[in-house]
């Protein structure tokens, strides 16, 4: 079972990484979450740490009041926190290159490890719970992780990942159909349920894409 998390190590866990749950830290705070129930170590180089199913129902649950006390000095963040890119977004300057398929790479092998975790039977086949209420950032990161290019600011060629009014469903945008049709295989073998639509009004081709749940 896993044990209450001190102040301290509250602050560590609600400065997870929103999309993965990868954690920043001292050596000395990590391994203390580790031997929590909180956070494992990726066995996989560089060995990264990540919140448990366990850390991530703390870091949902509403903090607990901390009485006043001085502040503390906060450690810098190294490389900011990862987002996966659901496009359309303003190019950020440095965010390219091997840097940023290392920060990709890391965070899809981390929600694989999450789909391991928390399922019965290790699978890592099928989206775990965290996916089905992050459906958004879900697909997209399965996307960048497949090597898709987003769309930038002004459109053009690259995925756009977007909400629908369907229940745990995002649309899929590309422009080139035959880029169009290879988002949707990466996502099919991602474990989304995948189809192929076209917009009424303005007849541009899309995909509807869902967590596959068998």
């Given at each position: ?15 997870a ?45 509403p ?20 987002a ?74 690259g ?7 369907q229940?745990e ?37 899309y995909l ?7």
């Open positions: 079972m896993a044990l209450s998390p001190t102040a301290a190590q509250r602050r560590v866990i609600d400065a990484e929103p999309v993965t749950g990868r954690l920043k830290g001292t050596e000395a705070q990590l391994a203390a979450l580790v031997r929590r129930g909180l956070a494992f170590r990726h066995p996989r180089p560089p060995h990264d740490h990540f919140l448990t199913p366990a850390g991530h129902r703390i870091r949902e649950a903090a607990e009041p901390e009485p006043p006390k001085a502040p503390e000095p906060a450690a810098p963040a190294a490389g900011g926190v990862f996966a890119r659901v496009g359309g977004e303003e190019a950020v300057p440095g965010e390219a290159g091997p840097a940023r398929l290392r920060e990709v790479r890391s965070a899809w092998e981390g929600l694989l490890e999450l789909r391991r975790m928390t399922r019965s039977d290790g699978s890592t086949e099928r989206p775990c719970e965290w996916e089905r209420t992050h459906l958004v950032r879900a697909a997209a990161l399965a996307l960048e992780a497949a090597g898709h290019r987003p769309a930038g600011p002004d459109g053009g060629d995925y756009r990942v977007r909400a629908t009014p229940p469903a995002v649309a899929v945008y590309e422009p080139d159909g035959t880029a169009l049709r290879g988002c949707a295989a990466t996502l099919e073998r991602a474990g989304w349920q995948v189809g192929e639509h076209t917009e009424p009004r303005t007849r541009a081709r509807l894409a869902s967590p596959r749940k068998v």
